[in-house]
T-cell receptor, first 113, second 111 residues
Framework: NAGVTQTPKFQVLKTGQSMTLQCAQD?????MYWYRQDPGMGLRLIYY???????DKGEVPNGYNVSRLNKREFSLRLESAAPSQTSVYFC????????????FGEGSRLTVL | GDSVTQMEGPVTLSEEAFLTINCTYT??????LFWYVQYPGEGLQLLLK?????DKGSNKGFEATYRKETTSFHLEKGSVQVSDSAVYFC??????????FGAGTTVTVRA
């Protein structure tokens, strides 16, 4: 039972470099999310996709882009990484409209130097 | 907008102690409320939830009651174990595909 799988688990970038975080879920969920977790700030929503073919901004979308490639996959791209984007990134999915229970991946720890 | 405020940590307890983590919320309408737990090095997982006023969610000895009159959803456990050491997040869903999370409370249980 894979659930939600994120890659890579760790990445170190230099300021200005680009990278893409990959996420895939095998639960046939409609909704997918990208959150970032920072100390003392909990989880903040970057982007979400309520269903295949749609994406919407969350609380902190600046500096990020997303692609809902198909129902299974939802990627997060940093076009020009900044030190402020050093964080742990979590992908999640949900099978219920209106939020419901989210299933999370194990996280991707990104450091931008 | 919707928001969640939970007590700041860290919280350090001895085994078999009573644990309470306070959570209050601000929301329009009638949100669903959740507690998630994050064990070291892992992603978040749902601990319990309640979808309407006066509902009590429970799991693994943890309980929380949805109190609409006080806009609260406090998490309690009567006797904690070392294995309960984790970060606990309160969250709400206002029905718009998104969850809003509190800042998280780190709990450490000592043997």
């Amino acid at each position: 039972n894979a659930g939600v799988t994120q890659t890579p688990k760790f990445q170190v970038l230099k300021t200005g470099q680009s990278m893409t975080l990959q996420c895939a879920q095998d639960m046939n969920h409609n909704s997918m999310y990208w959150y970032r977790q920072d100390p003392g700030m909990g989880l903040r929503l970057i982007y979400y996709s309520a269903s295949e073919g749609t994406t919407d901004k969350g609380e902190v979308p600046n500096g990020y882009n997303v692609s809902r490639l198909n129902k299974r996959e939802f990627s997060l791209r940093l076009e020009s990484a900044a030190p402020s984007q050093t964080s742990v990134y979590f992908c999640a999915s949900s099978g219920l409209a209106g939020g419901g229970e989210l299933f999370f991946g194990e996280g991707s720890r990104l450091t931008v130097l | 907008g919707d928001s969640v405020t939970q007590m700041e940590g860290p919280v350090t307890l001895s085994e078999e102690a009573f644990l309470t983590i306070n959570c209050t919320y601000t929301a329009t309408g009638y949100p669903s409320l959740f507690w998630y737990v994050q064990y070291p090095g892992e992603g978040l997982q749902l601990l319990l939830k309640a979808t309407k006023a006066d509902d009590k969610g429970s799991n693994k000895g943890f309980e929380a009651t949805y109190r609409k009159e006080t806009t609260s959803f406090h998490l309690e456990k009567g006797s904690v174990q070392v294995s309960d050491s984790a970060v606990y997040f309160c969250a709400l869903s206002g029905g718009d595909y998104k969850l809003s999370f509190g800042a998280g409370t780190t709990v450490t249980v000592r043997a």
